[in-house]
């Protein structure tokens, strides 16, 4: 019986190889690289995958992710990139690979650099292993918190700030590598900027959406979605007097259109002609999500309205960061968290105290001053 299965999982291994060649998968010496997340794990991912290959002197790796596309978008720019692929391919390309390691808020080994590797006598191998080893090292203090994620992140976040460190550089710091900055060259497309009228500059960008796979009941919108643009954006456009267009941005399933806002482009625009829209924006407000890592690596600011997520972990320092000013920062108490208030709020405390008037006031003063 043994003999057999054996046999059997030869054959199996040998079509998923054949799979694999057909859809460009051979044999190679660079790395694969699991990912798993939202477009701002990919973009914090991008500059890890950046840096690391800058620091060991050069390499090649390919993406495995949800959405291929989107991580083309992403990677497309960072050096050594060769190409994205569907997650499930992973499991059996790793093989292929010198080394597979799995990528959200922490690294996980699923290969490491065997036999193959070694006889290659490449210094930047070995570079790697001492890397791999001392992350593995220097994150024994959050084994816990990393076998359960993502349902201990909070305890991540907190301890990444005691370490004077945030979600953008604390893979950097976890693997002692150092971080080489905000800025990436994602694929945007600006041509929708001309379709609507719109001048590089001359507008901001808003956006009230979030994770579509944090979706609350019917009717209810996720905790981490400020409710008060459209009184921040009425205060705005009255200080702005024409100066400034403000353009709504994010999908249909999430988001929620804002009154006063000059264009809406709620699921009318590609996720591609929404970066397009960040690279040229002033400035862009938001709720704590992906679009505002993506506007960082186009190197815009942003305003950003913080409420169960931790404004020490995932907020930049160069944007305008509000703090809850009641409750806040719950983000995995509890697994529902984002759908449903852990305190039991019907609206969350930690953004319905915030009064749209000082935002915008704040905002605008911001603004006024850059």
Known sequence: MAVFKAIEKKLRHAYKRRKLASSGIVEN????????????DLIVIARFMRDLLEHLGGGSFSIFYSSPTVADMVFRSVPGFSGAYPS??????????????????????????????????????????????????????????????????????????????????????????????DTLSLSGDGTILARHGLVSGRYITIHNGYDEAMQGPPGQRATKAYPGWGDVV??????FGGDLKVVQIGTEKT???????????????????????????????????????????????????????????????????????????????????????PRGDTLPACMSAYDPRVLAEEIYRWWAAM
């Not at 080994?109 to 992350?135: C, F, N, Q, S």
């Not at 994620?149 to 370490?163: C, E, N, Q, S």
């Not at 009425?234 to 200080?239: A, H, N, P, T």
Request: glycine share 12%.
């Open 29 to 40: 010496d660079g790395g694969a690289i699991l990912v798993t997340g939202g477009l701002g």
């Open 88 to 181: 499930h391919f992973f499991k059996y390309a790793k093989d292929v690979y010198l080394y597979g390691l799995k990528i959200n808020q922490f690294i996980y080994v699923e290969k490491w650099p065997g036999h193959r590797a070694m006889t290659l006598a490449d210094p930047k191998i070995y570079e790697l292993v001492r890397i791999l080893e001392a992350y593995e090292k220097k994150m024994e203090p959050l084994h816990v918190v990393r076998m359960h994620h993502p349902f201990l992140d909070g305890t991540l976040g907190r301890y990444a700030a005691i370490k004077g460190r945030s979600r953008n550089d604390f893979l950097h710091y976890a693997a002692g590598i150092p971080y080489g900055g």
């Open 234 to 239: 009425s205060y705005l456009l009255e200080k």
């Open 255 to 341: 988001s929620a259109p804002i009154a006063g806002v000059d264009v809406n482009l709620i699921g009318k625009t590609s996720l591609k002609q929404a970066l397009g829209l960040l690279e040229n924006t002033a400035f862009h407000l938001d709720n704590e999500g992906g679009f505002v890592h993506a506007a960082a690596a186009f190197g815009k600011k942003s305003c950003v309205v913080f409420g169960p997520t931790s404004v020490d972990f995932f907020g930049y320092r160069s944007n305008l960061n509000f703090s809850p000013l009641q409750c806040g920062d719950c983000w995995w108490s509890e697994k529902t968290w984002m759908m449903a208030c």
